[in-house]
Structure formats: C-alpha cells, structure tokens
C-alpha cells in the first residue's frame, strides 16, 4: 500500500507529496508570473495572505494549492483565468491516502482543529523518528521511497501548527498511548520531548484520558473535527486501511457532543502536561 492516512502513517495525512510534474510545472507557472509582476516572495505571500513557506513551497511543486491559495494568486498577478485553468489540470504522486486527501484540503482553511486519539500519538504530534517508525512497521512492508514520501508528506502537514498560530488545535489522547515503546526508549524519549514542545504554543491544547477513567464517551475509536471558516462541521473517522470523511449535519453533531464530552472526562491540560513530564522523567 503506497497511501496512508492518519493511521500507521499516522497523521500521514501529512502535508504533501513528493513533487509530480505538474506540480512543479503549476509551482514554475506562479514562481513566473510573480516575477513578472516584480514581486518578491515576502510581497506576494501578503497579498495573498498565505505564508512564505507556502508560497515556497507551491512555487517549488512540494504543496497542492488549495482553491483560496489560486483565487487570490490569480487577482495578484493580473487576474487572466491562466492560474484557474492550470489549477485544473493538477495531479499529485501518493503521500497522502486518498480518502485522507479531502480532510487534509479541508485542515488547511479550518478555524478549529479537534483529534482524538488512542492507537498513536496523532501525526501532527509525532516526531520524525516515531513518524518513520510507524511507517517501517507497515505490513505489507513499505518500500524506503515510500517510506521517505510517507514522512516528508507527515512533516510538511504538522507545519499547519506553526503557520496558523491563531487557529486553536486540541488533542485529547488516550494515556497508553505515551506508555508504549514503540521504536524503543531513544525514540520514546524523543516523542515525549516533542509533544511536551509542540503542545507549548498558546493555540495548541493537550489533554490526556487517563487509563483508570471510569467514563469515556468515545469508545468507539479514534475521531477528528473541524470547522470550515463558512461555520460548517466536518468529522473525519479511520480505521484499518480506510477512512471516511463525514459532512452530514446529522452524523457530525453527535460525534461533536462525544468529544465534547470527552473533554470533560480527560484531564485538564495543566495536570495532562504534567502526568506527561512524569510519564517523560521515567522514561
């Protein structure tokens, strides 16, 4: 299997691919016009109001431009239609499951990012050696091309933390998950490290489900929520090889009230963070 979704390559969802061609060819497409215009990087990232990175990283083929990204290109650089029409004619290499694509498109203009998880740290949590562990473990066993696509796609889909620090993501995990050894204890190690730091920033919220919680309203698994800047919900569910995003009003609302319940169940983040560093200190 050359795809992952959050499971295995855990959050592989992960942000992109390996460049195809016509992601490079798009990404030269815009890197000339801007030049044309005379715009430096710095220049156009503010007027489409998207980051540096970003803009780096379309104009070198490495990330799929969503739509917002293309429609205030295509105003900043004269408004011709070619951006449209080139956009169209986009294709992508595996780095993302298929059924993780949409999901993964949808994070990149959410205004709330809510995750669930008690199999594995969630991909955009995991460190580089925990993330490529993940993917060594895969049965069938990856090939080290797919292994080394799988994690660039996990790495550039966890900047979605750093470039939106106004956007509040929240993890609730269950507390087996940072007892594992998966990898063994440098790797551990390295995971909590990276958790305890990526869980920092004022917009990142943690919290753990402790092992002897009496009462749990997610049983039923692993679950993600967003919120689409229109105020539309959407849920997002995995599981052995498949997942399946889920926009009906009806099936989102109640799985919206299990995680909210969840976070009444969970520990607060200050005694989360907490259990974590003990959790860190007898590793």
């Not at 070619?82 to 169209?88: P, Q």
Request: aromatic fraction near 6%; proline fraction near 5%; charged fraction near 25%.
């Amino acid at each position: 299997m050359t795809d992952d979704g959050e499971r295995g390559g855990g959050g592989a969802g992960a942000g992109e691919p390996v460049p195809s061609d016509s992601l490079k060819t798009f990404g030269a497409f815009v890197q000339g016009l801007r030049e044309h215009a005379g715009l430096t990087r710095d220049a156009f990232a503010q007027l489409v109001r998207f980051s540096k990175h970003t803009v780096e990283s379309v104009e070198l083929g490495r990330r799929m431009p969503d739509e917002d990204f293309v429609e205030r290109a295509e105003v900043a650089l004269g408004n011709t239609g070619a951006l449209r029409r080139a956009y169209g004619h986009l294709t992508r290499q595996p780095g993302l499951a298929a059924w993780f694509r949409e999901w993964a498109r949808l994070e990149h203009t959410a205004v709330s990012l809510c995750t669930y998880e008690c199999r594995m740290v969630p991909g955009l949590l995991q460190s580089e050696a925990y993330a490529r562990t993940l993917f060594e473990n895969e049965v069938p066993t990856l090939s080290d091309a797919q292994v080394e696509r799988q994690l660039a796609a996990r790495m550039e889909r966890q900047r979605l933390l750093t470039d939106r620090p106004s956007i509040p993501f929240t993890f609730i995990v269950a507390e087996v998950v940072f007892c594992q050894r998966i990898g063994g204890l440098g790797v551990t190690r390295g995971m909590l490290d990276h958790v305890l730091a990526s869980t920092t920033p004022r917009n990142v919220t943690l919290q753990i489900m402790p092992t002897d919680a009496e009462s749990h309203s997610c049983l039923a698994g692993p679950l993600a929520l967003l919120e689409g800047p229109d105020g539309k919900r959407h849920a997002y569910s995995e599981g052995q090889r498949n997942g399946r995003l889920i926009s009906a009003l009806k099936e989102v609302a109640p799985l919206q009230q299990a995680y909210d319940t969840l976070r009444s169940q969970a520990l607060n983040p200050a005694k989360s963070r907490d259990l974590l560093e003990r959790i860190r200190g007898a590793v």
